[in-house]
């Protein structure tokens, strides 16, 4: 009895994950299930769950974020008068805020991706589709999906919009404009929950070994980590 090539070839074929699979196992098996997103990249679903809960938890802060910017400009010792004037733009932040979110999450996906393809392809030698990177980079933020389900409740009951699983946490207000506060906060435990899961992902792409997929990432995270709390402390 004798089997057709394509008979073979489906038997051995390992089936693609569903999405709710693919979902549940960023969290608890995040090197086997992106070992099959590498294999059959898709970005939409993920990319939008992300933005669409940030944006939305962004909305739910809009009167952390508006009170913080009043709490600002009294710190710059601005007139009353000024601050009342500024308030229809405070306002107009709660709307603002979860836009700019909604637009400019897909925009750092495509950002982190063509990083990781420069790094990735240029400088380390590998070679994978942006596509693979992008779906990579896409279901990887799934862990800030948890971060923020977990962060907004606590930061709308401090009132503040400092991640309560970072460093940063630990200063007090009247430290949170130095660089070393700035830096720290960038340390978070989903951020790097997240850097490690991206790193699965970028070993699977590439087929490099988890401890050189890991080091890439881990550094190229370290870069922008330090390029944010210099920005942040200059403002």
Not at 4 to 20: D, F, R
Not at 159 to 164: D, G, I, L, P, V
Not at 202 to 213: D, E, G, H, L, W
């Amino acid at each position: 009895m004798s089997f057709s090539n394509e008979t073979v070839g489906a038997a051995v074929q390992p089936q693609s994950k569903g999405v709710l699979e693919r979902i549940i196992g960023i969290f608890v098996s995040p090197a086997e299930t992106l070992r099959d997103i590498a294999a059959r990249p898709s970005w939409l679903l993920p990319l939008l769950l992300v933005a669409v809960i940030t944006a939305g938890g962004t909305y739910f802060l809009k009167d952390v974020i508006v009170q913080q910017e009043i709490e600002k400009m009294e710190k710059k010792n601005m007139p009353e008068e000024q601050i009342k004037q500024a308030m229809p733009f405070m306002d107009m932040m709660g709307i603002i805020a979860p836009v700019s979110t909604l637009i400019f999450t897909p925009i750092m996906f495509l950002v982190f991706a063509g990083v990781g393809m420069f790094v990735g392809n240029v400088i380390m030698g590998g070679e994978t589709k942006f596509s693979t990177l992008f779906s990579i980079v896409s279901w990887s933020g799934m862990i800030t999906v948890l971060s923020y389900l977990i962060n907004i409740p606590v930061m709308a009951d401090r009132q503040t919009m400092e991640s309560a699983t970072s460093l940063g946490s630990f200063f007090a207000a009247e430290e949170n404009k130095t660089f070393f506060h700035h830096l720290l906060s960038q340390v978070d435990l989903f951020a790097i929950w997240w850097v490690a899961v991206l790193g699965f992902g970028v070993a699977a792409a590439y087929k490099f070994s988890t401890r050189k997929a890991m080091t890439m990432v881990f550094v190229v995270w370290a870069i922008f980590a330090l390029g944010a709390a210099v920005f942040k402390s200059m403002f």
